[in-house]
């Protein structure tokens, strides 16, 4: 029967596929049993074997290049080296320990071999997470190996999952948690994989039901009908069609320009955004380069990755955001303890400002980077709160040769303050996601938490105008690279607010072109007042929803 | 024991394709066979992960052993196996 979970859209689009379970991983109990050697071989010998034979059986639906691999992946469940290095193990320690140990072993020699090993490890660490739930008697744990077009259904996905999803398999994915800038939802729209989170029942879903997800207003149809999945199509058809003609740099009808940028937090990144028909980088999250790094990296380390970060983009801007990090991204080399609230504790400028050293290494590589590429590259700080902050930095920033120079504006502090903060510098940056936190004192992670979170929410715009009030004082320009910036309604009122670009995932930046271009400034400022006259957040989206041009909210 | 050492003639080394040739004649010889690096602590050689594991790369020695009765021309057929460029067949 047809019924409809309401998520919360983070990626837009809309999937139509059978749903596929990803299980919460299951770790060995802390105070696992030790049975006797006899009866742990058995049974760790008929763990991998359930998992092998599970494997098969979707390699026996696969075809081609899918079988092969799952082919592979049930010989790794039956090899010996692993089968009976886990029963080795079980001389003191319960089986599934034991299994786990053993995998762990494989796991640290493939990871130290490096390259195609390494891709190897987490094939292994699949296999031996899926023999652990096996010898427990819990069901599979984490991404199943795929053998067709689906909708990944899950608690929440780790980082590492999300960024190894085959984008040709994974249709949409919906998950029961996360939040409107959870992890998920930030690297679904990387990937442009349609998505809805926070929705509520969808565990409940059994494997291969069909599902139809819509990524835009976070809709999840269980068992759709066809009428249903017709209406969808037909939308992205309309979207097809009109985005077709959509192209080049951003501005508003009347021709106001609003640079469109990428969000992007590597090489990879890097180089699938320069390929797109967008202006620059808004937002270079630069941590990838520290947190698994167990020793500072050098000058000439940094460089050569900054490097490869830029030359994919030739003349266009690229804003670097400097080290990030703090107690709930913690640094091997750079570890400044334990905090009881690490979103409100020493992070972004704040360890720089510990530990200036790592700062000015980051700032050395960047300018050797730009000289190398001629790229027109900007820095910004994180954590911004005060404008003698600002001032330090840049002077440090400017001390190293570097051009351009900038603040994010995600402390309302510093975005009620932005008439100074943005005196001391060339630009601000609003970071939404921070921002709306801090403002609605709700942290991000928190799923639960998600409509304190919502960028519609009027005291937030009332932030950002007060913001961007600030920069157009002192005739500084002002982004914003949250999530906020790649809805296309929201795009037309932080235009309206004065923000002059808007930095999100590639995916997004044809429809905020489009949305752009079908609204005159005056427009966008008068959408930009129902907004903020709004009493709460539902009734400022649909205020702006009702007054904006159809040929847009068709689409959406 | 008897032991030969041999040097891996597969141009991309002792994994993938190559690997699973190399167990898969193990198998079929139907008796234990150990590797490991010269100077290592022989294993089991019927282990795609443990041949993996090894990581040895194109020109890398490997010592095979094996006890069986017909050791000479088991460890033969495996170490003119692994001379060739498997990859490349």
Request: net charge negative; aromatic share 4%; charged share 25%.
């Amino acid at each position: 029967m047809a019924a409809v979970i309401q998520g919360i859209g983070v990626s837009g689009g809309s999937a139509f596929a059978p749903a596929v379970l990803v299980g919460d991983p299951v770790r060995p109990p802390a105070d696992e049993q030790v049975v006797d050697s006899d009866t742990a071989a058995s049974r760790i010998r008929e763990a991998f074997e359930e998992v092998a034979v599970e494997i098969d059986r979707r390699a026996a639906r696969a075809t081609d290049s899918g079988a092969e691999i799952l082919k592979a992946t049930a010989m790794l469940a039956r090899d010996p080296g692993l089968i009976e290095g886990a029963i080795a193990e079980t001389g003191s320690v319960g089986p599934a320990t034991a299994i786990d140990r053993a995998t762990q072993g494989y796991v640290d020699q493939f990871e130290q071999l490096g390259g195609y090993f390494a891709e190897r490890a987490t094939d292994v660490r699949d296999v031996g997470n899926r023999a652990i739930a096996a010898v427990l008697g819990e069901p599979s744990p984490g991404v199943p190996a795929l053998d067709g077009e689906c909708v990944l259904i899950a608690r929440d996905l780790a980082p590492a999952e999300t960024a190894t999803l085959d984008r040709s398999k994974v249709a949409g994915i919906v998950t029961e948690e996360g939040g409107r800038t959870s992890h998920t939802a930030i690297l679904a729209a990387q990937m442009g994989i349609p998505a809805a989170v926070k929705a509520r029942g969808c565990l409940e879903l059994e494997d291969g039901t069909p599902v139809l997800v819509d990524g835009d207003t976070g809709q999840v149809h269980v068992d759709p009908t066809g009428e249903q999945v017709e209406r969808l199509r037909k939308r992205a058809e309309r979207r097809t069609a009109a985005l077709a003609d959509s192209h080049g740099p951003g501005s508003t009808k009347d021709g106001k320009a609003v640079a469109l940028l990428a969000n992007i937090g590597g090489v990879e990144d890097a180089v699938a955004a320069g390929q797109e028909d967008l202006e620059g980088v808004g937002l270079f999250r630069t941590e990838f380069v520290f947190l698994n790094a167990s020793e500072a990296p050098t000058v000439a380390e940094q460089a050569e990755i900054y490097r490869q970060v830029f030359e994919p983009f030739g003349g266009r801007r690229v804003v670097v955001r400097t080290l990030d990090a703090g107690a709930d991204k913690p640094l091997a080399f750079a570890d400044l303890g334990a905090e009881e609230n690490p979103a409100l504790g020493r992070r972004g400028l704040r360890l720089s400002a510990e530990r200036p050293d790592l700062l000015d290494a980051q700032l050395e590589a960047l300018a050797i980077a730009a000289a190398d590429t001629g790229a027109d590259v900007r820095v910004m700080a994180p954590m911004v709160a005060l404008t003698e902050e600002a001032a330090w930095f840049a002077r440090r920033v400017r001390e190293n040769g570097l051009k351009s120079v900038g603040v994010m504006i995600e402390v309302p502090g510093a975005a009620l303050r932005a008439r100074h903060v943005l005196e001391e510098v060339d630009f601000g940056s609003l970071g939404t996601n921070d921002l709306a936190q801090y403002t609605m004192a709700a942290d991000r992670m928190q799923g639960e938490l998600a409509d304190l979170l919502d960028p519609w929410q009027p005291a937030l715009l009332d932030v950002v105008a007060t913001a961007c009030e600030g920069a157009a004082v002192n005739g500084k320009p002002m982004g914003v690279c949250g999530e906020s910036a790649g809805d296309p309604l929201l795009a037309l009122v932080l235009t309206g607010l004065g923000v002059t670009s808007l930095s999100m995932a590639p995916s997004k930046v044809a429809m905020v072109r489009y949305a752009l271009s079908q609204h005159t400034f005056a427009q966008c400022q008068r959408l930009a007042y129902v907004a903020r006259s709004a009493r709460t957040a539902q009734e400022a989206r649909e205020a702006v929803l009702a007054g904006a041009a159809s040929a847009v909210t068709v689409l959406l | 024991m008897t032991t030969r050492t041999v040097a891996i003639g597969s141009s991309v080394g002792l994994h993938a394709r190559p690997a699973a040739l190399f167990v898969e004649a193990v198998n079929k010889a139907g008796v234990p066979v150990t590797i490991c690096k010269p100077g290592g602590d022989p294993r089991p050689a019927n282990s795609m992960l443990t041949i993996m594991a090894l990581g040895a790369k194109h020109g890398d020695e490997v010592v095979l052993g094996c006890e069986a009765d017909n050791a000479d021309a088991v460890l033969d057929e495996l170490v003119a196996l692994l001379e060739r460029d498997l990859d490349a067949e």
